[in-house]
């Protein structure tokens, strides 16, 4: 997990291939065992539990900055006491490394 969490994101535009499922599934290995690929392997997700509404938003805004320091923005859906986060490279329609770092990133966060 350090790895990726310590790499940063490269401005992705297009004009490159998403990974395999293969590839998917090792970068998979490389960060927190509750992200998930999803079943046509072009998006991972992890849904995040917290006591209420303000670790909730904390959690989100957390996300924000760096989705925002890295140029690489998740989807969230947000409740009470949990934030779903997905993650795909939308330019090529699919996964890129991009992806693995910021979910490394946001375990990290947690980690500490």
């Given amino acids: 997990m350090t790895e990726l969490a310590d ?15 293969e590839e998917a599934e090792r970068y998979l290995k490389k960060i927190a065992p509750d992200w998930h690929l999803n079943a046509d392997a072009k998006q991972i997700h992890k849904d995040f539990k917290f006591k209420g509404f303000n670790a909730t938003m904390g959690f ?31 330019a090529i329609g699919g996964l890129s490394e991009n992806d693995y770092i910021c979910a490394a990133k946001i375990d990290k966060l947690l980690a500490k």
Avoid: F, M
Avoid at 7 to 21: A, D, F, I, T, Y
């Fill in 7 to 21: 790499k940063h994101c490269v401005p992705c535009e297009g004009g490159v291939q998403p990974l395999s499922r």
């Fill in 60 to 90: 989100v805004n957390a996300v924000a900055w760096i989705a925002n320091q890295e140029g690489h923005h998740p989807d969230l859906e947000v409740g009470y006491n949990h934030c779903l986060v997905r993650y795909s490279t939308h």
